[in-house]
């Protein structure tokens, strides 16, 4: 099946930095969606990016579907930025529709 | 976006017992939703595709007797965890996408979770 690799795993920053997280995949895909969990185990969407650039608010992504890595941007960390960020895949065949392949996920923590 | 729930948010139950956790889409209609596990520091993994009116979908290694899926209407999907074991405890998480999408749109959306914990 198709690789996903999240880099980095832990990220550190202070209130105010920018980061860049990454996502690596094994294979061409279909879709493409970012998340954000939060201490409590929600998975909050932040973008649904299967190709090209998206921005909203102090966050963007951009996904390079024919060199297969997708990249999420976080500008002016805040503490509630902090949590787990993961990054999911899928790739159509006749019985894998909707079937994401989940990243390890980057734990991201804003100190004040 | 669209709102997936999840009921309970958390349990505590003996050993042996069975445990059944709902999972709606509260304004939209899920002709296919997803069951996932997660342990503690680590990813989503995929248990099961619930089909609405048909049989679940498991993915390998998981235990279809133990993990009953039941798609009974477009808006709920139950995971009924059978005879439960300590090493069950794990939080559950549901997910959805909206039927009738045209191919080029595929998001989902995923519920609260359900953190299981057996004695």
């Known amino acids: 099946g198709i690789q996903v690799e999240q880099s980095p795993p832990d990220l550190i920053l202070q209130e105010g930095a920018n980061s860049t997280l990454r996502c690596n995949f094994s294979d061409s895909v279909n879709n493409l969606q970012w998340f954000h969990q939060n201490p409590w185990g929600q998975l909050i969407n932040l973008f649904y990016?299967?190709?090209g650039t998206k921005q909203n608010g102090r966050l963007s992504a951009t996904t390079v579907a024919t060199e297969r890595y997708s990249l999420l941007y976080i500008s002016s960390s805040q503490t509630t930025d902090s949590g787990v960020y993961f990054c999911a895949v899928e790739q159509w065949e006749t019985d894998s529709w909707g079937k994401f392949q989940f990243g390890a996920g980057t734990q991201v923590v804003v100190t004040p | 976006g669209a709102v997936v729930s999840q009921h309970p948010s958390r349990v505590i139950c003996k050993s042996g017992t069975s445990v059944k956790i709902e999972c709606r889409s509260l304004d939209f209609q899920a002709t296919t939703m997803f069951w996932y596990r997660q342990f503690p520091k680590q990813s989503l993994m995929l248990m099961a595709t619930s089909n609405e009116g048909s049989k679940a979908t498991y993915e390998q290694g998981v235990e279809k007797d133990k993990f009953l899926i039941n798609h009974a209407s477009l808006t709920l999907s139950t995971l009924t965890v059978t005879s439960a074991h300590p090493e069950d405890s794990s939080f559950y998480i549901c997910s959805a996408r909206e039927p009738g999408q045209r191919r080029g749109y595929n998001e989902q959306f995923f519920g609260p979770g359900t953190r299981l914990t057996v004695l």
């Open positions: 990016i299967p190709s």
